[in-house]
């Protein structure tokens, strides 16, 4: 059974990485149920959980980063390959799953969180030097795009109220095959598999879109 872990909201903190300031980056575990809304436009520094924010307001925030995930298997296998505890919420993601391949989920494909919310997948997370600077490890970022399980990020379909325990459902897998790791693979080291992103068509996030189409008629 799928079911949501560990449900985490960033604690504001100086950012000694970047040059805005700020980062919400520290994610961590809260009781009880919390708002889950469409954020609106990239900008604002809003996403979709209530009490929650961005400071990267360029890069992150926005409809199609309204909420992360990240699967607890996956953190589990970073712990064992670092040699210290991962908790949840250390990647950043607003949501620690059980039981579901964050990874492998299509982009398009719609999960029920809980009895209300309905979240549709979009896109891949990259990581970043705020990211690199958190974790503290040599070489972070070249080390996480090598094994790509980057987790996902979701739009807000349905609002409504989710908590921890809360079952996952998936509720539609669309047909293309274009999942969260091709995606990712494609904009980071795999280039050749960016023709397979248009297969998602108007799933995948405008400006990735607009990425990969650009790339690709570069290299005609």
Known sequence: ??????????????????????????????????????????????????????????????????????????????????????????????LTTSGVDVNAALVGERWRVGRDVLLEVTSPRIPCRTFAGWMDVPGWIRTFTARALPGTYFRVLEPGDIAAGDAITVEDRPSHGVDVRTVFRALTLESELLPRLLDAGDALPAHLRERAEHRLSRSE
Do not use: C
């Open 1 to 94: 059974m799928a079911f949501l872990l560990s449900l985490n909201i960033g604690v504001p903190r100086d950012n000694p990485w970047q040059a805005y300031g700020g980062t919400g980056i520290d994610k961590r575990p809260v009781d009880g149920p919390v708002r889950v809304e469409a954020p609106g436009p990239k900008g604002t520094g809003a996403v979709g959980l209530a009490g929650d924010r961005v400071f990267d307001v360029r890069h992150h925030g926005g409809d199609d980063q309204a909420v992360y995930a990240y699967a607890r298997e996956d953190l589990d296998a970073w712990a064992a390959d670092l040699g210290r505890d991962v908790a949840s919420g250390s990647f950043g993601e607003n």
